[in-house]
């Protein structure tokens, strides 16, 4: 099973602060890494795949990077409706496995 | 629109068993991958099932290999998830995700839930 590690687990930010999440893969899943964001009460929404691709209407200032084991999720000029838990995904291989999320708080 | 609806959940004692069903709309339901994800309440999410557009290939988490069951019928737009000898940290919120695109293993949209409790 690969297991997949979120840092941090919570940080406090500004809205109009550049943000930067951690995800750490147990074995190189290649690019096959999501993202999602999941907002209290609600379920999960796809933001990124492919460790790069926004997914459709996710706006411009969400972008993804990495590869292999390292990978990255950035919101620059965070906005409030940004506040939220961020969890990755890999999709390289079963038993699909998820993140702890990070909290992104004010 | 895409919609998925899940429901069945509930409270349930140990041992117990507990159908959940979701109802899709707004895609080609027949052509779609579709999973079971949970999340217990306040923790993070796991994925639980998925199964394939023509039911030929099931996937399952070794925590419920064995109880639970992944079914579908593609002429009612149909999911479900039968779930045997059902313990307490099966306790969860099970959401219902189709695949985002055919192979793919990510989920671009999701039902809102069903709570399942198994307590005594």
């Keep these: 099973e690969i297991l997949m590690t979120q840092s941090p687990a919570a940080l406090s930010v500004s809205p109009g602060e550049r943000v930067t999440l951690s995800c750490r893969a147990s074995q190189r899943v290649t690019s096959k890494l999501a993202w999602y964001q999941q907002k209290p009460g609600q379920a999960p929404r796809l933001l990124i795949y492919g460790a790069s691709t926004r997914a459709t209407g996710v706006p411009a200032r969400f972008s993804g990077s990495g590869s292999g084991t390292d990978f990255t999720l950035t919101i620059n000029s965070l906005q409030s409706e940004d506040f939220a838990v961020y969890y990755c995904q890999q999709h390289s291989d079963w038993p699909l496995t998820f993140g702890g999320g990070t909290k992104v708080e004010i | ?120």
């Design chain 2, 1 to 120: 629109e895409v919609q998925l609806l899940e429901s069945g959940g509930g409270l349930v004692q140990p041992g117990g068993s507990l159908r959940l069903a979701c109802v899709a709309s707004g895609f080609t339901f027949s052509d779609s991958a579709m999973t079971w994800v949970r999340q217990v309440p306040g923790q993070g999410l796991e994925w639980v099932s998925t199964i394939g557009a023509d039911s030929k290939n099931t996937r399952y988490a070794d925590s419920v290999e064995g109880r639970f069951i992944i079914s579908r019928d593609n002429s009612r737009n149909m999911l479900y998830l039968r779930m045997d000898s059902l313990r307490a940290e099966d306790t969860a919120v099970y959401y219902c995700a189709k695949y985002a695109f055919t192979s793919a293993r990510l989920f671009d949209y999701w039902g809102q839930g069903t709570l399942v409790t198994v307590s005594s």
